[in-house]
């Protein structure tokens, strides 16, 4: 698991986003008005105004982040309905297909949703790791927002789940160590995977002949 400083020096160092975000934890606010003072005289030294300007807080991003493509109801399409299951596909349009693809590469690792997090609360409450877990909002950071001002303020644990629109096609869903800080990748152990996932091409998720095959149980 990576920490936020890497996910934003990596959009710096290739100039791409993607896997990369330069604005990754980060409150952005837009036409801004600033004035610097020197706080022992009050005096004003430098007046002016800024595009935009961007900031983090450092606890923040050191914190390892775990990041996975969701799929949800809003990504399936069901093609078949049984008496005890339904069998869906993807319905990722074609520009969001070949964005995934850009991103994260020709292969896909398919993990059983349910029994993954069983495995990962398990780990975390043995080492006693507080974790934020849950889906990303996408959001226009050229509109300033109040809800991201007021959850960063507040140590709301709702602003690490904030990022810019154009990664919508990835809708991520992430798991941050809340009580860890770690300046290299960390490590959760949370045991073999082998029999919750499975390897496939990336470009035949897509295809007309997967199916996800959900259990109405």
């Known amino acids: 698991m990576n920490n936020g400083n890497f996910f934003k020096e990596l959009e710096k160092k290739t100039g791409i986003p993607g896997v990369g975000d330069k604005y990754e934890l980060a409150q952005i606010f ?12 009050d005096e004003t030294f430098l007046v002016d105004d800024a595009q935009m300007v961007s900031f983090n807080i450092n606890a923040h991003m050191l914190m390892p982040i775990f990041c996975i ?16 299951s339904v ?44 974790t934020y ?11 300033n927002s109040k809800e991201r001002l007021i959850a960063q303020h507040n140590h709301d644990p709702n602003f690490f789940f904030y990022k810019r629109n154009e990664f919508a096609h990835q809708r991520e869903y992430r798991i941050v160590l809340a009580n860890k800080k770690s300046d ?26 997967f199916v996800l095959k959900l259990s109405l149980e």
């Open 30 to 41: 837009n036409q801004v008005s600033l004035r610097f003072t020197n706080p022992e005289t």
């Open 69 to 84: 493509t969701q799929v949800d109801s809003t990504s399936l399409s069901i093609v078949k309905e049984n008496d005890d």
């Open 87 to 130: 069998e869906c596909k993807l319905n990722f349009g074609d520009q969001d297909i070949e964005q995934i693809i850009k991103d994260f590469g020709e292969h896909a690792l398919l993990i059983n949703p349910g029994e993954f997090t069983k495995r990962v609360d398990k780990a975390v409450e043995k080492q006693g790791i507080q």
């Open 133 to 143: 877990k849950g889906k990303v909002n996408y959001e226009d950071y050229s509109v």
């Open 184 to 209: 290299v990748p960390y490590v959760l152990d949370i045991g073999d995977m082998s029999d919750i996932s499975y390897l496939i091409e990336t470009r035949k998720l897509f295809t007309g002949d």
